[in-house]
Structures are given as C-alpha cells and as structure tokens.
C-alpha cells in the first residue's frame, strides 16, 4: 500500500458528525467524490496532461481547447476529456493508469480520508463518485477500502478500444445523482462528500451527513444555506489552474 503514497493515519481528525453516524452501516451507501474532496488534486487533468508529456496520447491543442470548454462548462469539459484517449485499448490505458498512481504524489485531504475508512471499518458500502473517466480511479479500489467507482464510462468499439464517446449516463452535476439512484435503487445513503455545485445534487441524495469540503465562496455560501458541514478551504489552497 505505500507504494501509492498514502498518509500517515490520522483517526483522530474523523469529525464528530461521521462517528455519530450508525455504528452497523451494512446496506448503506457513502459517496465520496474524488477531486478536491479526497485529495486537493486534480487526477484527471494530472494524468491527461502526464499521458501527453509522455507522448502516449496527443496534444494537437486538445487540452487547450478541453480547458476552454471547461471554463464555459464544467460538465461539458468532463465528458469532452472522454475524447482525449480516443484509439487507446482499455487495456493499455489500464497500464498507464497504474503505473501513474504509482509514481503520482496525492495532496490528501486527511479528514476525509480517515472517514472513509471509519465508515469502512462500520461496513458502509464506499462509494467513489466521479466527473472524471471511472478508469483513472480504478486503483483505488486495491489500495482504500472503496467498493466502486462510479464515474464517466467510456464506450468501446468491438475490439475494446476507446472511441472517446461517452457510454451511459453523464457523471457529472445532476447526472451524479442520477447514476447512483440508478445503481444503487432506493437503498439507503448516510453520507455524502463533495466540494462544489457539479455535486450538490449527489450530495443530497443523503439522509444522513452531507458533508462540503474545501468549497469555494459560492458554494460556500450555499452549503451554508443548506445547514451542511462544511470543512474550510486552508490558507494555502491552490484553486485549479483550469480555473483562473
């Protein structure tokens, strides 16, 4: 497990609005997204951009133009990054994928973190719910207890290679939620974890804790209004360059 460069454990840092949560949590659900809610980070643009330095997949100015996109809609930018590994076999993004969380340093957000696995050790099913491409999240399912991931779902030609379009719902903004209800049915959902408005839907989707982590002003503002918790961005938090 080190070799994915996780944090000391920290389990004092779980709130106490996680542990007041059922102590049985078989057959309950806990979503947490990824970007900027486990981690500071931006996996799929870290990798995107990593697979290009590399020369595995092309620039040919996409990334600037996903970058435009993105800054005029975030969830349009989410599945145009789809068209990114166009030609690609699964398998062989499955290979890079990997060894690039191997040798990737993670900014962890350490609170949420220790949730997770409290919620883990409780036997909450764990959840990892994504605006980002499902396979660029996969590893975490071999080193954190997380059950699923559940994100944008590439289509695939006969042969198993990428074509860049989307297949099934769109994981991102009301799509979020509707791809765990889908999923998951009316089952129970007690937590949920995310850090802007491309997840208010989701997170709403929980009876039991919601939980805002990092949010900008405005979501801020709304999480607020929404009476959720909230876990204040630090001093030193770097928004997204996509962002500025």
């Not at 145009?80 to 699964?90: A, D, I, P, V």
């Not at 220790?114 to 080193?143: K, Q």
């Not at 991931?149 to 695939?156: A, P």
């Amino acid at each position: 497990m080190s070799e994915y460069h996780l944090p000391p454990r920290a389990p004092g840092l779980v709130p106490d609005f996680v542990r007041a949560l059922p102590a049985d949590g078989r057959d309950t659900l806990a979503i947490f997204d990824a970007d900027g809610t486990m981690w500071r980070d931006d996996v799929s643009d870290d990798f995107a951009r990593w697979t290009m330095t590399e020369g595995h997949v092309a620039d040919g100015g996409v990334w600037d133009e996903y970058v435009r996109i993105y800054r005029q809609n975030h969830a349009a930018g989410c599945e145009f990054m789809l068209g990114f590994y166009r030609g690609l076999s699964r398998t062989r993004l499955h290979e890079l994928i990997w060894g690039w969380w191997k040798q990737a340093d993670r900014r962890w957000v350490v609170e949420v973190l220790e949730a997770l696995y409290l919620l883990a050790e409780r036997r909450y099913t764990i959840w990892v719910v994504t605006g980002s491409p499902s396979d660029t999240m996969f590893p975490l399912r071999d080193f954190l207890p997380v059950d699923e991931v559940v994100g944008m779902d590439f289509e695939l030609d006969a042969q198993g290679i990428i074509t860049g379009q989307l297949a099934g719902i769109s994981c991102t903004d009301a799509g979020k939620a509707h791809k765990v209800r889908a999923l998951w049915g009316e089952r129970p959902i007690l937590f949920a974890a995310g850090n802007g408005s491309l997840d208010a839907a989701m997170m709403e989707l929980s009876t039991g804790v919601i939980w805002s982590v990092y949010p900008n002003p405005t979501f801020l503002a709304h999480s607020r209004a929404k009476g959720w918790h909230i876990l204040p961005r630090p001093a030193d938090f770097v928004e997204e360059a996509k962002l500025a």
